[in-house]
T-cell receptor, first 110, second 116 residues
Framework: GIQVEQSPPDLILQEGANSTLRCNFS?????LQWFHQNPWGQLINLFY???GTKQNGRLSATTVATERYSLLYISSSQTTDSGVYFC????????????FGTGTRLKVLA | DAGVIQSPRHEVTEMGQEVTLRCKPI?????LFWYRQTMMRGLELLIY????????DSGMPEDRFSAKMPNASFSTLKIQPSEPRDSAVYFC??????????????FGPGTRLTVL
């Protein structure tokens, strides 16, 4: 099956710093989403981005489907950005379903 | 809307006991998903329903796990008998449309299950 790997696995930032999270996938995908899991465990959609670039405030994401990777950029990080960031890719093997990556655990220090 | 509701939020049980997790999707959402999150395996899709019908249960780990959706507003995930390796956070999510097109999945708060 498709493999989804994220890097780095862990990241510690000072408040105000910028960061780039990467998601690599082993096969062609129909779409890709980024999620944030906050320290209380709640999962929240950030972006639906099968290709191209999108921005939402301090967050932006770019997916280069032909090269099988996606990047999530966090600018001017805040303590509320802490948590785990997951990418999930849609596989069409059998029925359509999302395969989640391994996650990047981010901690932003005040 | 109250969002996806899951109960209980925490469950501690002993090995061999039956466990039932419950989910109420967002009203009007035709798709319901059950996920499991563990440190070792991350987030995995267990099963999902469309209009109360199971579409893909290939992620259900073994026969000890079963899921039902008797109506549009309620689903259960049952483990019988439970084992310590079933300890995990179980999430329910719902959406208005299929994963094949962009339909945001809204996640519930999860149920943290501990099997002793």
């Amino acid at each position: 099956g498709i493999q989804v790997e994220q890097s780095p696995p862990d990241l510690i930032l000072q408040e105000g710093a910028n960061s780039t999270l990467r998601c690599n996938f082993s096969d062609s995908v129909n779409n890709l989403q980024w999620f944030h899991q906050n320290p209380w465990g709640q999962l929240i959609n950030l972006f639906y981005i099968p290709s191209g670039t999108k921005q939402n405030g301090r967050l932006s994401a770019t997916t280069v489907a032909t090269e099988r990777y996606s990047l999530l950029y966090i600018s001017s990080s805040q303590t509320t950005d802490s948590g785990v960031y997951f990418c999930a890719v849609l596989t069409t093997s059998g029925t359509y379903k999302y395969i989640f990556g391994t996650g990047t655990r981010l901690k932003v220090l005040a | 809307d109250a969002g996806v509701i899951q109960s209980p939020r925490h469950e501690v049980t002993e090995m061999g006991q039956e466990v039932t997790l419950r989910c109420k999707p967002i009203s009007g959402h035709d798709y319901l998903f059950w996920y499991r999150q563990t440190m070792m395996r991350g987030l995995e899709l267990l099963i999902y329903f469309n209009n109360n019908v199971p579409i893909d249960d290939s992620g259900m780990p073994e026969d000890r796990f079963s899921a039902k959706m008797p109506n549009a507003s309620f689903s259960t995930l049952k483990i019988q008998p439970s084992e310590p390796r079933d300890s995990a956070v179980y999430f329910c999510a719902s959406s208005t449309g299929p994963p094949s097109s962009y339909n945001e999945q809204f996640f519930g708060p999860g149920t943290r299950l501990t099997v002793l």
